[in-house]
């Protein structure tokens, strides 16, 4: 790990791991961040570059840790500071960074700052929070059947209501301050007001309190609400641009090397406004891509991605997109048209307590029928398409979920390590998990668990591992151009990368996916690389030559092709592990 390299995000692989999901060290059934150092071995063999936590700070557990009540501490369940520290450091020293959530939009309505703001509101704390007269919902009259719009304020009335499922407003009658506050998401999460400055200094001292602690940055959750204003909709707004750029001009001169993700579910046209001129966010989630993967492999057909990814504008040359397959919330299908989301539920949701929002709340392997093909395609796709990818845990052992919890719970449940009771997660009785296991047996822990695909050198996560390896190997894949190739079968979704290094040898790499079950054959263009002689990543040996202006490859079914293409192309070590430090870390199966 590299300190001096400021750059590390755009060839980071992230994965997202859940604190109480994943190993719990003190038997009480809920994960913790010393049962999260235990498995740092694991996770150092996996091949990972950086770790995103979601929230783990104290909070009533209303939201799953999104409804922040303490910024700076961390929640009892799942240990100390002091815990926290040595987790970081133990990731350090394997050569792993971390990132963690950061909630700037709101807080829990039990945050002392929400608390004091109610109660007091002439006090220090009177003007944290959005506040606005309407009318009573005890004056409102007996047949309002929707009593929190009726008496709304009319501020910010062109704003969407985000939660349509929960949500009839985004305004809560407050009866201790007598008064409406404002909230887009839910009702337990009123909004900050950041139009007041000691907000933001107060969230500027949060910031700094864990990278202090050594963390490697934050993905800022929620961000294009921060400001509202009337006749908008109250999203991507100037103010909100203003204080990122505050935000990132601190980060840069008091922590050099921190990255700042930023998560905005928006068009690329709007989500390309966060980088700034390399002066806001130095990475944001390209969301649309995510359901357009989905769809052309349920389609057969590479349009939709093609079409997305043309719509990507230019970014900085200093940041990055992060692109993701799933994560811990549902699968969204906001930036889809109306039809493509009523084509996704159908085809992939269709048992209604498999949606959630306007999203999906399933996890990838039972999204594609536990099918290793459609997984190894999908991931194939992620690790080679522009950004960095974000491996969400247990989907690299094809996790399954459970439709039946609440909200998004069914896609949070616990790691599973191996077959013996507690899956290896926590000692504690099943009782008392604090979410169960998975039950399907297709995806249960007696056949789903590390300790058994780590002993199977043809199991999903063998696979996976060796897959990292090559990636970590080609810089191209983070650095590099990306051109679609188009070509005469829309069934084969091919593209090429290019990068020329500091010693100006340019690599390219030909990723050719066939998204449909049955074998296609596909005639690219290649005119540029005529006479060459491709070099097949994924089986380690020279490919058949490019003797002419045309390829034409035949792909298996859900197959793909990864061959690099340079002049006097040297045996790179394209299969072996990827460099361990110094230390012996190396975890046996049943660690």
Known sequence: MDPDDHEWFKKAVFYEVMVRSFCDSDADGIGDFAGLASKLDYLQWLGVDCLWLPPFFPSPLADGGYDVSDYTDVHPALGTVEEFRAFVEGAHERGIRIITDFVMNHTSDQHPWFQSSRTDPDGPHGDFYVWADGVPEDDLPATATQPKVAGDPPAYADARIIFLDTEKSNWTWDPVRKQYYWHRFFDHQPDLNFENPAVLAEIMDAIRFWLDLGIDGFRLDAVPYLIEADGTNCENLPGTHDILKAVRAMVDEEF??????????????????????????????????????????????????????????????????????????????????????????????????????????????????????????????????????????????????????????????????????????????????????????????????????????????????????????????????????????????????????????????????????????????????????????????????????????????HGFWWLRIMADDPDLPDTAPAPEPEADHTPSPAN
């Open 256 to 557: 050099p090397g921190r990255v700042l993700l930023c998560e905005a579910n928006q068009w690329p046209q709007d989500v390309v406004e966060y980088f700034g001129d390399d002066d806001e966010c130095h990475m944001a989630f390209h969301f649309p891509v995510m359901p357009r993967l989905y769809m052309g492999l349920r389609r057969e057909s590479r349009e939709s991605i093609s079409a997305i990814l043309a719509e990507a504008p230019e970014i900085p040359p200093g940041c990055q997109w992060g692109t993701f397959l799933r994560n811990h919330d549902e699968l969204t299908l906001e930036m889809v048209t109306e039809e493509d989301r009523n084509y996704m539920w159908s085809e992939y949701a269709p048992d209604p307590r498999m949606v959630s929002n306007l999203g999906i709340r399933r996890r990838l392997a039972p999204l594609v029928d536990g099918d290793l093909r459609r997984i190894h395609l999908l991931h194939a796709l992620l690790l080679a398409l522009p950004g960095s990818p974000v491996l969400y845990y247990g989907d690299e052992i094809g996790m399954g979920d459970n439709i039946w919890l609440h909200d998004r719970d069914g896609v949070r449940t616990p790691m599973q390590w191996h077959d013996g009771p507690g899956a290896g997660f926590s000692d504690a009785d099943e009782a008392d998990f604090f979410l169960p296991l998975v039950q399907d047996p297709r995806y249960a822990p007696a056949g789903v668990n590390v300790e058994q695909q780590m002993l199977d050198p043809g199991s999903l996560l063998v696979w996976l591992r060796a897959l990292l390896v090559i990636r970590r190997n080609h810089p191209v894949f983070g650095l590099g151009t990306f051109t679609d190739l188009g070509g005469d079968n829309d069934k084969v979704f091919s593209f090429l990368r290019s990068h020329t290094d500091d010693e100006g040898r340019t690599v390219s790499i030909l990723c050719i996916n066939n998204l449909s079950a049955e074998p296609q054959t596909t005639r690219l263009n290649l005119a540029r690389f005529a006479g060459m002689v491709p070099y097949d990543l994924l089986r380690d040996d020279d490919h058949a030559p490019i003797e002419t202006d045309e390829l034409e490859v035949e792909v298996a079914g």
